[in-house]
């Protein structure tokens, strides 16, 4: 099976910054796109940031500008660096990955790693 893990979450203080990852194993096939999402207790999960096959970024208007996802297709590896972190932020991060041939894609979770960001 495909296995998710992510990873460099913790608690830090307003302001700081942290670096996500997210390593996918297993049956590793024609990953389509990557994405983190995130869960802030009491709210419905929000789509943070996107990359792409080609390398194209897409990010929530929350984040835009103090965060950026990467990737290391060699590694089947993703990241999202957070600066300028919010208590806002403060919220549960998972990765998602989209594999298979673009006619049917299926998609994939990790188990989410825990950002609190204090005051």
């Known amino acids: 099976q495909v296995q998710l893990v992510e990873s460099g979450g913790g608690l830090v203080q307003a302001g700081g910054s942290l670096r996500l990852s997210c390593a996918a194993s297993g049956r590793i096939f024609s990953i389509n796109t990557m994405s983190w999402y995130r869960q802030a207790p009491g709210k419905q999960r929000e789509l943070v940031a996107t990359?792409?096959?080609?390398?194209?970024?897409n990010y929530a208007d929350s984040v835009k500008g103090r965060s950026t996802i990467s990737r290391d297709n060699a590694k089947n590896t993703m990241y999202l660096e957070m600066n300028s972190l919010k208590p806002e932020d403060t919220a549960i991060y998972y990765c998602?990955?989209?594999?298979?041939?673009?006619?049917?894609?299926?998609?994939?979770w990790g188990q989410g790693t825990q950002v609190t960001v204090s005051s």
């Open positions: 998602n990955v989209k594999m298979g041939p673009s006619y049917r894609l299926l998609a994939y």
């Open positions: 990359i792409t096959t080609g390398g194209s970024t």
